[in-house]
């Protein structure tokens, strides 16, 4: 892909930041992953009586990493009745935003 055109329409349309998608988008991956697997093994050291990882690290991590931290709230029932937590579909929000400038300039 040559960063020329928007999600495929065959557009001639530059991306807003001038960098082609792959290396933003598994970037993207990456640290979305990360937290997964971090709000999965605090999952799993509270169910085995362990040390845990404090929730300030849980929630700043979920700043970079929204989608991965919401996925793993979902799918493994964690940290969903905590206030504290119910930030992160904010964080989402703000990320999509972040993602829509870094590649269109909007808004």
């Not at 793993?72 to 905590?82: E, F, G």
Request: hydrophobic content about 55%.
């Amino acid at each position: 892909m040559t960063g020329e055109a928007v999600m495929g329409l065959g557009e001639s349309f530059p991306y807003a930041s001038g960098v082609t998608p792959e290396i933003p988008v598994l970037l993207f991956l990456a640290v979305n992953g990360a937290v997964f697997l971090l709000y999965a093994a605090d999952k799993r050291r509270a169910a085995t009586a362990r040390w845990r990882i404090p929730e300030a690290t849980l929630l700043c991590s979920a700043l970079f990493g929204p989608f991965g931290a919401l996925s793993a709230m979902q799918i493994l029932r964690h940290k969903t009745q905590k206030l504290r937590f119910f930030i992160v579909p904010l964080f989402c929000f703000l990320q999509i935003l972040a993602i829509l400038w870094f590649f269109t300039g909007f808004p």
